[in-house]
């Protein structure tokens, strides 16, 4: 593995069993043989609609679900149930909703103490409570505020503690899934601010999980592009916005707002018909055929792979250079 390669995911796969309408044992495919590399200090933004897979993708990395088949290597190490625990302190998630992650019977004091000896950080006395209210002083809190209980947060606050808590052990990369989704507009800039302040003073890495478009383009180096449980397209964040290749890509491209009334009047909206297929039976070849505008029988027929379409910018469509075409 390059040494500029933080983490590198290898035909990834995370089924869950589930039962049909008629209770017999079926295969959920959440994540189905995805493969992408991760740099060192880059932020890979991962996008797509809900139920995609993202969140799970997200969870299978750090070992929090174990993966069904595939490959994770983390800094040169194949990760497996047995030697990740080591690793824990080196990975870390920040989650969606911070109010449901954090004990509301904890003072913030003692859930920041309770990470960092989880950490084996055995600190006592004057020692801890400075590395607490470093830890807060960091997300931008007090140290009075260590002495209050989540409730008393408002949802954006919550978040910062959330963060601290995952910087309390000193992490290298940070699974940030969809943490600004739960968010007023207001906080959700604030947060944005404060990882990449943090990942510009602690040269950390993330894998930034959302659904907006916008957000993820502003804030990652690289994009990739999950439907249906399949990686579609992955790119330079500039590229891949600019110049999409992929049609879905198109589609949620096409459905982010723009300020401007003038700039969006001349703009091709395109709109997806139907619903994503089942994760329990998807569809032969593309999954995303039954929806696209340039389908043809190839793409029932065989499953596209992940393709260089120019400029290092990979994409899993058969019909990729039609749709740049005929765009």
């Known amino acids: 593995m390059p040494d500029d390669v933080l983490m590198e995911i290898s035909g990834l796969k995370k089924y869950y069993r589930s039962l049909n309408d008629s209770g017999r044992k079926t295969m959920v495919h959440a994540v189905d043989d995805v493969s992408f590399s991760i740099m060192r200090g ?33 800094d040169g190490v194949e990760l497996s149930e047995r030697n990740i625990r080591p690793l824990r302190s080196r990975m870390q998630l920040i989650f969606q909703n911070p109010a449901g992650s954090l ?90 601010n404060l990882l990449e302040d943090l990942q510009q003073e602690r040269g950390l890495t993330y894998l930034f999980i959302a659904h907006d478009l916008a957000v993820v383009r ?5 994009i990739g592009v999950m439907y249906c449980g399949k990686l579609m397209e992955l790119g330079d964040a500039d590229t891949l916005c600019s110049n999409p290749a992929h049609p879905y890509t198109k589609a949620l491209l096409s ?37 696209c505008l340039y389908a043809e029988e190839i793409c029932a027929r065989q499953e596209p792979v992940l393709r260089d379409v120019g400029g290092g910018q990979l994409c899993a469509c058969h019909m990729a250079e039609r749709a740049a075409i005929t765009a």
């Open 42 to 74: 880059e932020t890979f933004g991962l996008v797509g609609e809900s139920g995609c897979g993202k969140s799970t993708l997200g969870r299978t990395v750090l070992f929090l679900t174990p993966p069904t088949d595939g490959r994770v290597t983390f």
């Open 255 to 291: 459905s982010v707002p723009i300020p401007d009334p003038d700039a969006g009047a001349g703009r091709r909206r395109v709109t997806l018909k139907g619903e994503p297929p089942s994760l329990i039976s998807p569809p032969s070849g593309c999954r995303f055929r039954q929806r």
């Open 103 to 192: 004990d509301p019977s904890m003072r913030i004091k003692d859930i920041l103490n309770e990470a960092l000896t989880a950490a084996g950080k055995k600190l006592k006395g004057e020692a801890r409570r400075d590395a607490v209210t470093e830890i807060l002083e960091s997300v931008g809190l007090t140290a009075n505020d260590g002495e209050r209980f989540p409730h008393q947060f408002s949802g954006g606050q919550q978040q910062r503690i959330s963060i601290a808590r995952a910087l309390a052990v000193k992490p290298d990369f940070l699974v940030c899934d969809e943490p600004i989704s739960s968010l007023d507009v207001s906080y959700q800039s604030q947060i944005i």
């Open 218 to 222: 502003h804030i990652s180096t690289r």
